[in-house]
């Protein structure tokens, strides 16, 4: 489904929510029911980290009572068991985002290495002097720093697509940009500081027009869009587990298998060899040419069970209640005095970001945090956006499927206690 | 745990709003800048240093509530102090921030700054209460600019050695 014109159809129809039943949802989240400073946890910072459900928690503490091993080795019991545990959750990702197929996803720590496994490895081998890079201005720094190490090292330019005020890309100046020197385009699938939803298909198009790949960082993107890489037409989608309720250290590089196999290796070392001389080594097939080394085998079992999970769950009507949040939410906050809300793009996804008057974003997150509200106050890795709205930093509630209405109320009583503080 | 109010006292809140000596400082013979670039705060320390004493000190940039309180507080306490003065009193603050100087049990200079002492609790805020004094100090010292990833972990000795006994 799409994401657009949801926002109204919900706020006008609110029976729609009724379908989804939050509560018995919360309940599959262990943390959630803790008390912090005396106040019932109010979780909002979920695009820095979601929280795990009981079944990834369970699936990992299995993997390491009874099935640990090194994977693709042993010819032993153990490393048959991990081995396979391994793989299928590579088949449950390469289904969660329609890959072709499943040597196409590449398991790696998170969208960081994820962007510096392309950058270092598509570009050590196809960008040269001269050459062009193209991002967006409300990048995350994992989104650009890659890039721009990669543009020094080579002699290439970074270029940028500005965007409006409402925090949406200027796809006009986008054309623009492209010309036979470009050599990939790098954008989120969602701006974790904006909550802006980018049109990848749209921005696809225009590259391929150019025969220009196109990676989207889909660290916000995974945890609320349903993802199809085909439909995308996208040439790299990166993953962060640990945004969709997996653990930290899992994540995922998908990429096309002939762009994958043209590609330079990553990391040398054990698994992503073929033969080993001390004249030369011949490199394994994808996906272990870019698996150096054991990898996190629990983290990455751990992201296949919150694949599971979110496919239990009814994921239309759970990106219909966190639109109908992010509304009650957006709505509720710009109607308090002084509070400025940074990112207004007419297709949004789960971020508010704000500033108050006067008051500074961290002082804003100590207050929430007495009231036992967890938001991220900062820079959130952007920098650049910062700079476009002209404030240091920004205050950001970000949504899951889990967080309630309820929730919102106490996050809107906060932010009047924080003006009041500071009154 | 302290309450809320303890961090956000009157006096600080005042400070926040109305900082002293909130200004250049073109007869300045020492300056150095501070960055925090986990939180994007700057800000930059003016001193005219005399005889081997702080004549003025005066600062200018942008923060949290906290650290624009403890940068205006800091540059009260520091007139007319000589250099060692002004390092133990650096020496006592950070102290007492990160929770390593009981401020009723050792003696100690802080006097007004002990309005501070409830940065302890917060342990995500103690670069805020810093980052003034140890920009002051690297001007002191002829230092350019100083960043909080230089200054340590983001949890005090103390407190990583009690998470690491239990």
Known sequence: ?423 | MSELSELYQQVILDHNKKPRNFHELEEANRVAEGFNPLCGDQLKVYLRVEDGSVREVTFVGSGCAISKASASMMTQSLKGKNREEALVLFDEFHRMVIGELDIEAEPNHLGRLKIFNGVRDYPARVKCASLAWHTMRAALEGEQSVTTENLGPAISASQAAEMADQ
């Open chain 1, 1 to 423: 489904m799409s994401v657009t014109d949801t926002i109204e159809s919900i706020v006008a129809a609110p029976s729609a929510k009724a379908d989804f039943d939050v509560e018995r949802v919360r309940e599959d989240f262990p943390v959630l029911s803790q008390s912090v400073n005396g106040k019932p946890l109010v979780y909002l910072d979920n695009a820095a980290s979601a929280q795990v459900p009981r079944i990834v928690i369970e699936r990992g503490a299995k993997y390491l009572r009874e099935e640990h091993s090194n994977i693709h080795r042993g010819v032993h019991y153990l490393s048959q068991k991990a081995t396979t545990a391994y793989e299928g959750a590579r088949e449950k990702v390469r289904r969660f985002i329609n890959a072709r197929e499943a040597r196409e996803c590449i398991f790696v720590r998170g969208c960081t290495e994820g962007i510096n496994l392309v950058a270092s490895a598509y570009g050590r081998k196809f960008v040269g002097e001269g050459d062009e890079i193209v991002v967006s201005e409300m990048e995350h720094h994992s989104n650009i720093v890659p890039w721009q190490m990669l543009c020094e090292e080579k002699g290439a330019r970074l270029r940028v697509i500005p965007m409006n005020d409402a925090g949406e890309l200027l796809l006009d100046e986008f054309d623009a940009l492209l010309n036979e020197r470009t050599k990939m385009v790098a954008v989120g699938h969602i701006s974790n500081s904006l909550g802006t939803v980018n049109s990848i298909k749209e921005i696809a198009v225009r590259a391929h027009k150019f025969g220009v790949p196109v990676l989207v960082d889909g660290a916000q993107g995974a945890p609320h869009l349903k993802i199809d890489v085909q439909d995308l037409d996208c040439d790299f989608y990166v993953i962060s587990g640990h945004k969709m309720f997996a653990p930290t250290g899992s994540g995922v590089v998908y990429g096309r298998a002939e762009l994958l196999e043209s590609m330079n290796p990553y990391h040398g070392g054990g698994s992503m060899i073929r033969t080993v001389t001390f004249e030369k080594s011949t490199y394994a097939a994808i996906p272990e040419k870019f698996e150096a080394g054991t990898p996190a085998i629990a983290s990455q079992i751990g992201l296949g069970a919150a694949i599971d999970y979110l496919n239990g769950l009814d994921r239309e009507q759970a990106l219909l209640h966190e639109e109908a949040l992010l509304a009650y939410a957006t709505e509720n906050l710009s109607a308090i005095e002084g509070v400025r809300i940074i990112g207004t793009a007419r297709d949004k996804a789960s971020v508010l970001a704000f500033v108050i008057e006067d008051v500074h974003p961290h002082d804003v997150g100590t207050i929430l945090d007495r009231e036992g509200i967890a938001i991220r106050a900062g820079h959130h890795c952007a920098q650049p956006v910062m700079q476009h709205f002209k404030v240091p930093a920004t205050a950001r509630a970000s949504f899951a499927f889990y967080n309630t209405k309820d929730e919102v109320d106490r996050l809107a009583a906060a932010v009047e206690k924080v003006i009041e503080v500071f009154s």
